[in-house]
């Protein structure tokens, strides 16, 4: 006599309600059920990957500091580069076309001072001061809280209870540690310029509120041009070393206090050594190669579902959740896109308090037939008359796999103060990438490996009105050979 279906789903209700152990004995075949090692390596692989993502903007930070401190740098210094940056400086995404000064600061022992200069005909800095998550805490210069006078600003630690002394603009980092991204915006490319950019921007002061009531208030600067400076994101153990080092550093937020358990499993526990089972390593590795696919996808996906404009490839992606999260420290407790948050600072660092007043960014990875950039092809970028920006715009090229500088090229940007950029009779520029520079237009080319994909950033700094109301429209690259 066959079973009644009520009697099957009965057995089966039974069997998925005994304990693990029983059910296993009772029906389930050896070969299909995971042993307890595999069980505890698919976590540890589960957590490494949400580790990565939910780290990253620490992991980007500390990965920048590490390189500050292997080249003879410390907390409460400022690296700058003595000329527009060239393929050594290996951060995600950097802009050769200024003057970068970076002031890391550390309040551990107290509160920091960064006085911004006032602008002025000599120049004017575009910059923002963030924490260690990289969250915006102030915008400096003309588009910040200064609003170009300069000023003082004060740099309080967490949960820091004393009185504000007069004269100082405090803003408060969730953080010991962080930096401002500061560029001293140049009038062109030139060797006078450069080196006018240079003078103002070392007019930028960082020193503890200690010393300047002692008098004692000096300010270190490191120049960095020409050197290795390496803080690309590793997808490996060493991914984990460097988050490791940020926990230890600082303190858990309220928002992330779910993530002590899962870092936990993988060694990382505030206030001891790293520890991690040997059996686990290589589920660590795994996650974290996991977690780089993963943000690729996301990245891809962003691009492709929010362009610019319609019916081209340009795009920014970020989204607007993430970008009033970040500014803003994450207010919405119904909020907190960490996943797109990775998207964003796996190919970039720093974050703005209100991006598109100093700055705005497009990002490219596809031609004008949606086929991804190949850096053994040739490519026109158009850029029309006119472009809708006070200060400058740029074009800079990068390899696609690490999202900095393409290696081992003469030059990665392109822009409106490049000496001696040729414009057609209308005013508008075309910029050539490719391998090869194209006969007559070696100052308009743009040299790409012919070994990988490369991206491509335009940045307008002080963009206007038409250019966010789209009146002015930057189109596709065109592929030429």
Not at 323 to 328: A, H, L, N
Not at 336 to 363: C, E, W
Request: hydrophobic letters at 35%; aromatic letters at 10%.
């Amino acid at each position: 006599m066959k079973p009644t279906l009520l009697a099957t789903v009965l057995a089966v209700t039974l069997v998925c309600g005994m304990p693990a152990s029983y059910a296993h004995t009772a029906s389930a075949s050896p070969a299909t059920s995971p042993s307890q090692e595999d069980l505890q390596q698919r976590s540890v692989e589960r957590r490494a990957v949400e580790a990565v993502v939910w780290g990253m903007p620490a992991v980007n930070f500390q990965l920048m500091l590490d390189a500050f401190i292997a080249m003879g740098g410390a907390p409460n210094q400022v690296i700058y580069w003595s000329r527009p940056v060239n393929w050594r400086n290996q951060t995600l995404t950097p802009n050769p076309e200024t003057i970068y000064f970076t002031p890391f600061y550390d309040t551990t022992n107290g509160p920091v001072v960064l006085d911004v200069p006032a602008a002025s005909n000599d120049g004017s800095i575009t910059g923002s001061i963030d924490d260690g998550w990289q969250n915006a805490i102030a915008d400096v210069g003309p588009a910040g809280t200064d609003k170009g006078k300069g000023g003082r600003y004060l740099i309080l630690p967490p949960n820091y209870k004393h009185t504000v002394p007069e004269g100082y603009i405090a803003v408060r980092s969730s953080t010991f540690r962080g930096f401002a991204l500061l560029r001293s915006n140049l009038k062109s490319g030139g060797d006078k310029d450069i080196a006018d950019a240079v003078a103002y921007g070392r007019r930028i002061k960082l020193y503890p509120l200690s010393t300047d009531a002692n008098g004692a208030s000096e300010t270190r600067f490191v120049d960095a041009y020409d050197k290795p400076y390496d803080a690309t994101i590793p997808y490996d153990g060493h991914y984990f070393d460097a988050l490791n080092r940020f926990v230890q550093a600082e303190p858990w937020l309220e928002r992330d206090r779910v993530m002590i358990d899962t870092l936990g499993s993988l060694g990382i526990v505030k206030g001891q050594p790293v520890h991690l089972e040997e059996a686990n390593k290589a589920a660590v590795e795994r996650g974290a190669k996991e977690a780089h696919a993963l943000i690729r996808l996301w990245t891809d996906e962003a691009l492709a579902k929010s362009p610019f404009y319609d019916g081209a490839h340009w795009a920014l992606p970020v989204t607007a959740e993430t970008i009033k999260g970040m500014s803003d420290n994450f207010p919405d407790t119904n909020s907190y896109p960490v996943d797109n948050r990775a998207v964003m600072y796996s190919l970039g660092y720093f974050s703005a308090k209100q991006l598109g007043a100093g700055q705005f960014y497009l990002m490219v990875t596809r031609d004008s037939q949606g086929n991804a950039l190949d850096g053994n092809r040739t490519y026109r970028l158009h850029v029309p008359a006119n472009p809708p920006v006070k200060l400058y715009w740029s074009a800079t090229a990068y390899d696609a796999e690490t999202h900095a500088l393409i290696r081992d090229t003469s030059w990665s940007s392109r822009g409106s103060n490049t000496p001696g950029l040729k414009k057609n009779p209308d005013g508008s520029v075309d910029i050539v990438f490719g391998p090869k520079a194209p006969a007559g237009q070696e100052v308009n080319w743009m040299p790409t490996s012919p070994h990988g994909r490369f991206e491509l950033l335009f940045r307008l700094y002080g963009p206007e009105k038409a250019f966010f109301d789209k009146a002015w429209k930057l189109p596709d690259l065109e592929l030429q050979r």
